[in-house]
């Protein structure tokens, strides 16, 4: 059973046989089954089934939504069949008898109980992060400094405090606010280093002795790893933020800093983590001066840094889909496009995720998803303005200020002036103010458009 999404990592080759053995030449009838998961479907692509017939409530000509992305991957590599209607009228054609299956009902008590539980901050974490993993700035923030005011003299609260005010902030445009309140959760965090030090060397005597202890172990790994994503957190959080903002020396200084302390407090099984979430802010510190040497046409410059970028992201990629880090694969997927190379190139494996419109809007994440139609928006084929008029809102009713300017520069740069109307320019004006920028870093904006 895969009971959560950092479970859906590559397929053990023992299933993946067994579903070669099940579908292999055979037709294949999918029913009652969204393509959701991150683990299936992407299979099914590389097996070879005699036919597949998808089953779908909804008539998908009607409604695009009607088959998930990963359903269309499917049927469009198969040359599957899209059979419409309610699949308890097809099961009662299959078998010759009534299908007497109904909706399973939530036990009432069950959210009572769990409330019941936790304390009002422990829900106030619970509620921030809902926030900000749908990139609700506004209401992230408020979330999150009443966390942080509630924190008591727990050292642990406060990190987790500020990394959950941290985010939002960072989603709204305050970039500089961003990286203070990660350096403030950094200096908090470091002072778990002696406890870390402390808890490696009882792990390391836990896994020395005969016969082992495995629930030791596995709660001990289980607070070392709390302790490490803590700071792991807040230190590439002041990369990003520092990135972002144009404090592109102070990153990289950062980012070489961190690379090389942070993996060597970790045991061997927190290691490759670590370093693979490095490795993707060293490859978002490239894209700078890949921009810069395509700009100015220095091709051995730019094929240098792609070799870079394809080595870092190869790393990366191939233990995000071992992991399950869905979120992490979709960024590679994305990045290796900045950088105009093929996924294909860093990645070989056969967790290949969607295209990043796609991925993104599976996944659900707001913020990248609009990141992504913006990109897609140069694609000629594109010619949906009242969809960019919708994410254009919704960017400014959540407060996310970064997109709010970006979505009516590629508005403006697609379509022309005369789309944006007077109340979405002065929306884009006061956004692109509020953002906290450097001034070589808004100069590059300018030139550039959006973000490089």
Known sequence: MVMALREEGTMPDWKRRLLELLIKGKPLLVCGYSGLDFEICPELIHLNPYSVTWNSYQDPRADENALTPNAKRVLSAKNGIALIGDMKRMLEVLSGSPCRAGFSKLNPSFVNDLVSRLDEWEIDKWRVWVFNGLSCAL????????????????????????????????????????????????????????????????????????????????????????????????????????????????????????????????????????????????????????????KVRLKPVSRRIQAKVISELSLAATYFSRKGSWFNLQHCEMLAGRFDIKFSDIYTGTMVPLASYEGYKHLGYILAEMMAYRGILADQSVSDPPMIYAYLIIAGEIGINPEVWKLARAMKKRFGRKILTPSTQEQAKRAWKTCEYTLPMRGLLLLRGSDP
């Open 139 to 294: 209401d992230g923030v408020e979330v999150a400094k009443r966390l942080y005011a509630t924190s008591g003299t727990s050292i642990e609260r406060k990190v987790d405090s500020l990394l959950a005010l941290a985010e939002p902030l960072f989603h709204s445009g305050l970039y500089f606010q961003a990286g203070q309140a990660y350096r403030e959760a950094s200096l908090l965090a470091k002072s778990f280093v002696p406890t870390l030090s402390v808890m490696l060397k009882d792990l390391t005597d836990a896994e020395s002795r005969i016969p082992k202890d495995e629930q030791i172990i596995a709660d001990l790994l289980k607070r070392i790893s709390d302790y490490l994503e803590r700071i792991l957190k807040s230190e590439i959080g002041i990369v990003e933020s520092d990135r972002v903002a144009g404090r592109w020396l102070r990153a990289r200084r950062k980012v070489q800093e961190v690379y090389y302390w942070l993996p060597a407090l970790a045991p061997s099984q927190e290691r490759e983590k670590i370093e693979s979430e490095i490795t993707l802010k060293r490859v978002l510190l490239r894209r700078y001066p890949y921009y810069l040497a395509k």
